[in-house]
């Protein structure tokens, strides 16, 4: 089973409209961090947002917010009034197991969603 | 500024070649990681390292190695390009201890055709 499903292949927006991309994870553990990451063409990896899973209070960071829904299983991404540039691939991804010792840094990622805002 | 640095960014290479991908990192990160990435696919793990000479196979090990001589350096080695391990690599690193967000640092990413 993945550990990490995000089911929207592909996502067009209006510019200037808000736009959720969605997540749902599978894990046993009961620590683990969830992100968000954003990917240009340019093949960077650029951090957009974290969910450690013993917060209370949803994480917000500038126009992105993490819907974090925990007995759902599910971390949205929401990108409030979209611009242009964040047209990019955007993949979620979680780290399990913070007490696990070795290999608990790794993240496992989803397969991605491919955002593009119109103008 | 933190730097996870991957020596190639585009190569071309033909198959059967012995392929090194090198990233060295400069945050003194005792976790470091090879990810491959493919359209519709994601990242998926090749192999990490927590220490020096030490390393764990992670999703997709076939036909690759990997070395970690030195702490801030972590090579990915492909024995025998095959053209079906043409894709983009991608080296990151990460510390211990701090469980948070934003410590987790990528490289700008390899891409690799093997012809």
């Known amino acids: ?119 | 500024d933190v730097k996870v640095t991957q020596s190639s960014r585009y190569l071309v290479k033909r198959t059967g070649e012995k392929v090194f991908l090198e990233c060295v990192q400069d945050m003194d990160h005792e976790n470091m990681f090879w990810y491959r990435q493919d359209p519709g696919l994601g990242l998926r793990l090749i192999y990490f390292s927590y220490d020096v000479k030490m390393k764990e196979k992670g999703d997709i090990p076939e036909g690759y190695s990997v070395s970690r001589e030195k702490k801030e350096r972590f090579s990915l080695i492909l024995e025998s390009a095959s053209t079906n391990q043409t894709s983009m690599y991608l080296c990151a690193s990460s510390g211990t201890g701090e469980y948070s967000g934003n410590t987790i640092y990528f490289g700008e990413g390899s891409w690799l055709t093997v012809v």
């Open chain 1, 1 to 119: 089973a993945q550990k990490i499903t995000q089911t929207q292949p592909g996502m067009f927006v209006q510019e200037k409209e808000a736009v959720t991309l969605d997540c749902t994870y599978d894990t046993s553990d009961q620590s683990y961090g969830l992100f968000w990451y954003k990917q240009p063409s340019s093949g960077e990896m650029i951090f957009l947002i974290y969910q450690g899973s013993y917060d209370e209070q949803n994480a917000t960071e500038g126009r992105y917010s993490l819907n974090f829904q925990k007995a759902r299983k599910s971390a949205n991404l929401v990108i409030s009034a979209s611009q242009l540039g964040d047209s990019a691939m955007y993949f979620c991804a979680m780290r399990e197991g913070q007490d696990s010792g070795a290999g608990s840094y790794q993240l496992t990622f989803g397969k991605g969603t491919k955002l593009s805002v119109i103008p």
